[in-house]
């Protein structure tokens, strides 16, 4: 017999020890942000964390028997970024963000969000592609396509929790705001399917999928999680409705979040989508039909503090996470020369598809810009490019991930409401946008 003390619970103390760590990292910095920088919080997190992982590197370089960086990416190996945000925080951060996403605006723009999500990520991922191997080449790096083509993939998409992260702490027209969150929310899914795929090519095999198998693979993901968002937010509905309890109303909201993911993962369908649909549903005909003032408001006020911690944690680990990049000069060139290359395909995939399809008129003068310069890269590349295999091209493919979303989170973040003055018409901003 197991002694009390053995076995599983040493490793469940040692992940709360990592919890408790990171609550308090997040609690510090926060406040020095509060206090003295003044950031957005999202923003401030990030470059304190990124300034406090290059000072321990720049100190163990300086006094190399100490290893301070080499417990620090000890400590950070045994978080599992990719488990954490795709598994963990993503579910609960997508739940929050379409609760509180104008279901009607939505509608009224879904052709051109839709075109964005999956036309408008194809394009960026060739475009982002064909930009980088011909950077590559400059190099003399030989970097084959189809890496290329992972990279493209894994950094298409917006991040819909790096941009609504950042939008609600900036001032943009809401009409604006809406457009930009409801395509980040739906692209993600997208984007996650198009680098499997990808990733699946790139190893080769008995994996490689064929046309059939990726078509097969595209319906079942995008359109199983919008029939199981469908299905699991109208029964969550059903339950809340029938009684006025805002405790246990929180409860089922937290097992519709949990319960839609989880099954998602089991039927092979897109979780993110389904959270993202259950999340509309209960935030927008939920909280008007099936909820009293109080229990809307409590609600809200959950999901509020549940979105704020999660955010805090997820950007002060894309800080932290600086130690597992390569430092190497060629890629840090390359990461630097990929900033421009990104927000270019970003803007073609933007302007193109909605110019071709007639949907230009949807949005007002200056839109597209704001689009472009508001579509941030998050924690969800960081995740995927840490995902992939132990390849040589890793370290390459991470350093120039971790290059983008850095400037993307904090020098993006910084300017769209900047952009938005510039761009947007000031008669338009509180217009139909």
Known sequence: MEPVGTGTLPAMQHA????????????????????????????????????????????DA????????????????????????MEGMLSFLLFAGAMHVDLGGLAKRGGAIASLATIGVLMSTFLVASGLWGLTQLFDLQLPFIYCLVFGALIAPTDPVAVLGILKNLTVPKSLETKIAGESLFNDGVGVVV????????????????????????????????????????????????????????????????????????????GPVAVVIAGLLIGNPGTKQAMSELTREQLHNFWKLIDEILNAILFLLIGLEVVAISFESTFLALGLLAIPIVLLSRFVSVGLPLTLLGLRKDFTTGAIPALTWGGLRGGISVALALSLPDWPERDLILTITYAVVVFSIVVQGMTVSLVVKRFVKPAEQELDL
């Open 195 to 270: 680098f499997s795929i990808v990733v699946a090519l790139a190893l080769g095999g008995d994996t490689r999928p064929g046309a059939t198998d990726v078509a097969i693979l595209f319906a079942q993901e995008a359109f199983g999680g919008i029939v199981l968002g469908l299905i699991t937010g109208a029964v969550a509905f059903f339950f809340m409705r029938s009684i006025d309890d805002y405790v246990l109303e929180i409860i089922i909201s937290l097992a519709l979040v949990t319960g839609t993911y989880s099954l998602a993962h089991l039927i092979h369908t897109s």
């Open 62 to 85: 300086v006094n190399p028997d100490l290893g301070l960086g080499n417990e620090l990416r000890e400590t950070l190996n045994e978080i599992d970024f990719r488990d954490a945000v």
């Open 16 to 59: 709360l020890d990592i919890i408790a760590l990171l609550l308090v990292l997040a609690a510090v910095f926060g406040y020095i942000n509060h206090r003295f920088l003044k950031l957005p919080s999202t923003i401030g997190l990030v470059v304190i964390a990124l300034a406090a992982s290059l000072g321990v590197l720049l100190f």
